[in-house]
């Protein structure tokens, strides 16, 4: 399962943004599925593409669900030995 990554977009040049991870990493995605992107916005990431914008109300709660699957898979992880 791929779980996209919450992103705050620094800058974007060409085709490319510069964006920063929630762990405080600075890294570059390819913005050609959200060409009107800007910087300040926040975006779900993966493998280097921008795949979605988010409003920044929804980074919270996304960040609440990711914890909660988090959550879960560890203690499947325990029951599953």
Do not use: K
């Not at 929630?22 to 913005?31: C, L």
């Not at 599925?33 to 914008?53: C, F, K, S, T, W």
């Not at 879960?72 to 599953?80: F, I």
């Amino acid at each position: 399962m791929c779980i996209p990554l919450v992103a705050r977009v620094l800058a974007v040049e060409g085709q490319l943004a510069e964006i920063e991870l929630i762990e405080g990493e600075v890294v570059r995605a390819n913005i050609a599925l959200h060409p009107d992107v800007n910087a300040g916005q926040y975006v779900l990431v993966d493998r280097g593409l921008i795949l979605e914008m988010i409003e920044p109300d929804q980074v919270e709660d996304i960040l609440s669900f990711y914890t909660e699957l988090n959550q879960l898979w560890e203690e499947q992880e325990a029951v599953s030995g």
